[in-house]
């Protein structure tokens, strides 16, 4: 029954759609559609559209391209299986006529084939088939208009996966026109792999694309730049003009060269940790390590051995010894943030470390001698924990021996501007996309924002602004918080009109936007009238009497007006 040639059959096989369609099974009580042995699933169209935008927009054409191919492929392989199998004494070539009926039952479209020439031993194959509303052409073109080219990708996988599994080779389609680029229909052909001379580019879309090891790849580059961008830091990249945050980088650049234990002190996210790596990297210790902890962010537990390291079998679980971040950061500096948070027993430890520049592991006799010098960092009052006898009085002193305090961003609104820019700057390179600037309007939010989350939290708009900009434009308004810009909204609305209907303070922007627009196109008095008149209409929704009330009117003097202007009241 192998090798069956026959000549042009232009008429659909007897084997059609009809005794497959009966042999759809809908079992209600597991939840399965069933065709044949293949669990079937019934899917919205647009969700398959959606999907289809997706791909293209995150993966682009390419990718997208092969993805679907590969899915339609799959499919029609299959297919061409559980044909063989439910037609056992089909010949070869109403075999191959029953993919085009599967494919009509699946609702993907109407394939009528139009030359069909196999010859499975010989491993010859030709196979011309027209499509009649094809769901992918009807789906791309509903998503980006008419195509330049051919697009039905998964229904041509399906063509090529049928075939391909009858034949038991690879067998090729091309979609030679497709009715989403124009024509009133899609027609493909089908040959072996090796007689298309041409296909080779094409043929790389069946390979499984490596989209993964892309993106890992990419997130590595990412992680490296990061992790350059934020290390690279001096005191001069502290940026700020403001008076506050000069006294305190000041401060702390004539501490850099001595080996005083510095204190900061300032808010949640005004960037202490920043302010300590900046003294490192000008002291004479920059070469060594510069290790940071948060002390909050360990359980009580964790925090002893995290700083002062573990021997061998001291508690269960401590399988290895462990050096910790003082003995780590030895020549260099070690940044503990949040010390506050420290338990009784961690600050005693630390004391002595100070005191005495010693550690000892958690289950060790021994003690060691660490060159650590330490910054400590803290947005609770050191002092009233003391008080409240939450924090050891002589480890108070010994941290507050040089105390820098860092003003939150709302006292030093000058740095917001340079800051924004350095921050655009970091992460215009962070996402690669370039983003030129703030517009002004941008700014003036940012400037009038309260920032309760301080810098980490202008960084975090900043970041967002960046995303949702125009490549190459500025960061907008609109792209920045709702918080932020209603804040202004706010400001604006209380502000604008006053009661007699007069500008009461300007609001430069719209205002000067209307009078702009006015005077450059030359408007006129009259034609300002009737704007406002029907502005006024519009926002009472056509109601002449609250038309006439938003402009101080009475309903005759503004009906005279509307008719002057030739326009009708509702
Ligand atoms: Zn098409």
New binding site residues.
């Given amino acids: 029954m192998h090798s069956a040639k026959q000549h042009p059959t232009p008429q659909p096989v007897d084997l059609g759609v009809d005794d497959l369609a009966s042999r759809l099974r809908f079992s209600f009580d597991s939840g399965h559609i069933w065709l044949g042995e293949s669990r079937m699933l019934l899917l919205h169209g647009a969700a398959l559209t959606a999907l289809r935008k997706e791909l293209i927009d995150s993966l682009g054409v390419d990718r997208a391209r092969g993805m679907l191919l590969r899915i339609g492929y799959a499919s029609g392989a299959r297919d061409a299986r559980w044909a063989r199998t439910l037609y056992p004494a089909a010949t070869d070539t109403e075999l191959l006529g029953i993919g085009p009926a599967l494919h009509m039952l699946e609702g993907v479209v109407r394939c009528t084939p139009d030359l069909m020439e196999l010859d499975i031993e010989h491993g010859k194959f030709h196979g011309e088939f027209t499509?009649h509303a094809?769901f992918?052409?009807d789906a791309h073109v509903q998503l980006f208009g008419q195509s330049t080219e051919?697009?039905?990708w998964m229904?041509l996988g399906y063509a090529s996966g049928y075939s391909s599994a009858l034949m038991g080779c690879f067998i090729h389609y091309r979609?030679t026109q497709?009715?989403?680029a124009g024509a009133p229909c899609?027609r493909i052909t089908g040959r072996p792999a090796h007689e298309w001379p041409d296909a080779e580019a094409e043929l790389r879309y069946f390979q499984p694309d490596p989209v993964t090891d892309h993106i890992l790849a990419l997130q590595d580059r990412l992680q490296s730049l990061r992790y350059a961008i934020d290390h690279d830091l001096h005191t001069d990249d502290l940026v700020g003009a403001s008076p506050g945050f000069k006294q305190a980088a000041s401060l702390l650049k004539r501490a850099a060269h001595s080996q005083v234990t510095v204190l900061l002190q300032g808010e949640t996210g005004v960037g202490k940790e920043l302010f300590a790596r900046a003294l490192h990297n000008v002291s004479p210790r920059a070469a060594q390590p510069f290790v940071a902890i948060n002390c909050a962010a360990l359980p009580e537990a964790l925090i002893e051995s995290e700083l002062f390291g573990v021997e061998k079998g001291a508690f269960t679980g401590a399988q290895q010894s462990r050096a910790g971040r003082f003995e780590r950061a030895a020549g260099g500096t070690l940044f503990l943030d949040e010390v506050g948070e420290l338990s009784a027993s961690a600050q005693s430890k630390l004391l002595r470390a100070l005191q005495e520049g010693e550690v000892e592991r958690i289950g060790d006799t021994r003690t060691r001698k660490v060159d650590v010098r330490v910054v400590a960092a803290t947005n609770v009052d050191l002092e009233q924990a003391v008080q409240e006898r939450r924090f050891r009085k002589d480890l108070f002193y010994r941290l507050n021996i040089y105390p820098v305090t860092i003003p939150p961003l709302r006292e030093r609104k000058e740095d917001i501007a340079l800051l924004a820019r350095r921050f655009l700057d970091k992460c215009s390179a962070r996402h690669d996309k370039k983003v030129s600037s703030i517009s002004d309007e941008a700014l003036h939010a940012l400037q009038g924002y309260d920032w309760p989350g301080n810098v980490r939290e202008l960084e975090n708009v900043i970041e967002r602004g960046v995303i949702l900009a125009q490549p190459g434009g500025a960061i907008e308004l609109g792209d920045l918080f709702p918080s932020i810009t209603s804040d202004l909204t706010r400001k604006r609305q209380l502000t604008g009109l006053a009661r007699d209907g007069s500008v009461r303070a300007h609001d430069e922007h719209t205002v000067g936007a209307f009078l702009d627009h006015v005077l450059r196109h030359g408007v006129g008095l009259d034609g300002v009238e009737g704007l406002l008149l029907d502005a006024a209409l519009t926002r009472s929704g056509g109601n002449v009497a609250s038309a006439a009330r938003l402009l101080g009117m009475t309903r005759p003097q503004f009906a005279y007006r509307l008719k002057r202007h030739g326009r009708s009241g509702a």
Wanted: aromatic letters at 8%; glycine letters at 0%.
């Fill in positions: 499509w094809s992918e052409a051919p697009v039905c229904q979609e497709c009715a989403a899609c």
